[in-house]
């Protein structure tokens, strides 16, 4: 039975950083793979999705080419098998280099295959039983399938399968208005196919505020996507060669009949076929890992990083995770989940950069604020770009001065909340940041002259 110092299962976002840190620590470290190497960012995940997004983008402008005075003659087309084309080129050599940098390391075994525990310090693959002191759990998540009548009599579409679509959808339905579905649905309706997202809550993005949300919606509806809220899809069926959902919509029903189906509704851990009765780890009733604040299971010697571990749900908390189990175990350095701060950005367009509490979290809290917000029309280069949609907000404790939280949806919002989320990492009062001298003509040179304008939060 090969023997190691440490397992690795799963090659997502934390799993081959940790495992090049293990082996340069002089640890014989195994890594076990069984689909593509990189896991979801790089093959169905943040990579490929915002490739397409580009290409929607590019779609986007080229139709208002007239508002920046730029004639184009005839129709605007696009040709989904470029599309497509495009985001294998850009997927691919991610995908290899993971693959290769890990076959290639001196000190890495590499298997592919199923990864199951039968002990506590023995994992099998493929009839293979490899034993390790350490093991580590990277093993990510899958979509979730809602368990809806008829749902699996038909031919639907998850993120994963949406990466081999090379055609035009005529009408793409979209169950779940999050973050996922949202960006397939903008990025599809640009691409020119008839767009309807089904959700059932009150509201898209529930996690974020209302006023967020709505701004959203109404992007979207401006667009020509068809947004349907409080709409339960109680039931689905095949149509000829169309797929026809029953829906529900406070007390009223009606059908939704579209050419394509993606399901959208959620992620859950691939926790279910891993083995971990057998080793003794725990689980929430949902299926995630559970891990203390160091990503240590309930078992002692092995950890949970990533997605499973129900701790995150975004490839910077995966990378997170690698750096406090490596600083934790590695460099005597001692690193906590807890020390982060949550941050995230949604990349539609205009995209929606996220750093700490939302205005309705500060609120619950209690704690004595200071809002500011700021709607895009206002910002300088935002007009100059003739991209003026969405508002930023920022949240102020006003005793401490500390920044609370920031929602930016517009132009490079994306990008503009990381001067606000360094800010709030060092701990710093707003006011450093109101007396930064920032560049002209940027959209972050208004984050200090917002910071000017804080108002109680009533
Ligand atoms: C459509 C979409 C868009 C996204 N966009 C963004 C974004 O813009 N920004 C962002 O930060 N995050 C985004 N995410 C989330 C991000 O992709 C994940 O949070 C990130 O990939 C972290 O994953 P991970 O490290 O937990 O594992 P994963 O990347 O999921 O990798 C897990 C790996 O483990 C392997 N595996 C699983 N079980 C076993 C087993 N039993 N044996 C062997 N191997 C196994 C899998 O094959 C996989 O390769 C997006 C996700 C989706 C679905």
Known sequence: MPNYDAIVIGTGQSGPALARRLVAADCNVAVIERKLFGGTCVNTGCTPTKTLVASAYAAHVVRRAADYGVKIEGAVNVDMKAVKARKDAVVAPSRNGVERSLKTLKGCT?????????????????????????????????????????LDQVSYLTNTSMMDVDFLPPHLVILGGSYIGLEFGQAYRRFGSEVTIIESGPRLIAREDEDISQAIADFFREEGIDVRLDSKVVGVEKQGNSIAMKVESVGRSSQVVGTHLLVAVGRRPNTDDLGLDKAGVATDAHGYIQVDDQLRTNVAGIWALGDCNGRGAFTHTSWNDFEIVAANLLDNEERRVSDRITAYALYTDPPLGRAGMTEAQVRQSGKPALITTMAMEDVSRAYEKGETKGFMKILVDRDSKQILGASLLGLSGDEVIHCILDVMYAKAPYTVLQRAMHIHPTVSEFIPTMLEDLQPLQ
């Not at 039983?129 to 093993?139: G, P, S």
Request: hydrophobic letters at 45%.
């Open 110 to 150: 590499v298997y592919e295959g199923h990864a199951r525990f039968v002990a506590e310090k023995e994992v099998a693959v493929d009839g293979t039983e490899l034993t390790a002191d350490r093991t580590f759990i990277n093993v990510g998540a899958r979509a979730a399938i809602p368990p809806i009548p008829g």
